[in-house]
């Protein structure tokens, strides 16, 4: 990872210490001496993040996110759970296919070893602290160096988890989800659940294992797996229906793991369509849910929802939450955007309105659970320094705070609702509730349409009118 030469923490004991309590926690494991008490600060030109309200100027001060604030019957803080990605946030250097990384990060010295991922660690609660963020979400890779054994990469995982753990006691802010990485390594170019080489198939499981362990250790809420490379790039070498009924099988092996350790946190499903692969078997929701039904798994599962792989999808954000909210498997969310003149997973923050207005439309219908809205989003290769990481998550957790204050309004004064209504008044004619309880047939209808001759007049959909009704909402909000 690409840094200034400073070093941080253990390597450099001249760093002002952060604010906040201390603990006499130390504890050693394989090399990672953790140390509450030696806590120095990443961030020393920024403080805390509050909330100052709409007419602020200020760009590190919450303009709409005010975590007291009760919206819908919740504070906002427990409507929203905001959520920070390990990855993006603390593993991200900026590198694209054409250069590489840019990011200035001070407090990584740029190695994999066991201390630098402990260093890291204490720097990122720092920065959850600082934003009052109430979660965080990682990979077991992205917070502990994988070994040149799985031994040596679980001992390394322990080691920083004991660090995470000390953290989540010093500053309070939660595990909102684990999982696996599962894609990075070369082992896993044919897939790790569905992969042509059993022998990978057991490292995964056996990685999944450990990262459910540590999941529970830490009281995550959700185990998420995201399938990147759980898929195909060419059918001629795929045997399709064998690689689903390993991962179905796969599923069934960590339901029944996390009964044995009694991890009762909600497992996860994270829909994309493709990229790495031509077609991952996760493609949207009507495709995991699908595979749930199939393979009898839909009373563990729930879907995460990402926003940018719902584009990549061709669907809309709103389509996908609904689709999942309306068969009860709406879990949580991946809170991001996608530019949609580029045909890949650009992972940036959402700030615009409209789509986290409609967002939370979906989420204050159906509720998140134990889900959270997770900031799976990274700074442009462009915003290297340290500071920009707060911008960016302000920006948006205030457009998803405008939000969710615009439809609840929209919700509570009914302004969508009666329009829907209208428009399906029929249905709840005598014939449409005959119709919906499974009491007519074919041949009635027939009857009557022949006796009708004609159906009756259909009436406008409205669109533009409930396009405008959502401006003034905006506009007023």
Known sequence: MPHNGVKYLCQNPGFPRAAGPSFSLRTEQAGCLTNA???????PEV????????KSDNPLAFRWYNPDEVVAGKTMKDQLRFAVTYWHTFRGTGADPFGGGTMLRPWDDGTESVENACNRARAAFEFFEKLDAPFYAFHDRDVAPEGSTLAESNANLDAVAAVLAEEQQRTGVKLLWGTANMFSNPRFMHGAATTCNVEVYAYA??????AMEVTKELGGENYVFWGGREGYQNLYNTDMKRELDHLGRFFHMAVDYAKEIGFTGQFLIEPKPKEPTKHQ?????????????TYDLTDHFKLNIETNHATLAGHEMMHELEYAGMQ????????NTGDLLLGWDTDQFATNYYLTTQTMLVLLKYGLGSGGVNFDAKVRRESFEPVDLFYAHIGS?????RGLKIAAKII??????KIVDDRYRSWDSDLGKKIESGQASFAELETLMFDKGEACANTSGRQELLENIVNRYIDIA
């Open 37 to 43: 008490n030696s806590h120095m600060t990443a961030f």
């Open 328 to 335: 009860d498997a709406l879990g949580s969310i991946d809170a």
């Open 281 to 293: 078997y996760d493609s949207d929701a009507a495709a995991c849910l699908n595979f749930l039904r």
């Open 397 to 401: 957790m205030d457009a998803f705070a």
């Open 47 to 54: 403080s805390k993040i509050k909330y100052e309200g709409p």
């Open 205 to 210: 499981a056996a990685q999944v294992k450990k």
């Open 412 to 417: 509570e004064d009914g302004a969508l609702n």
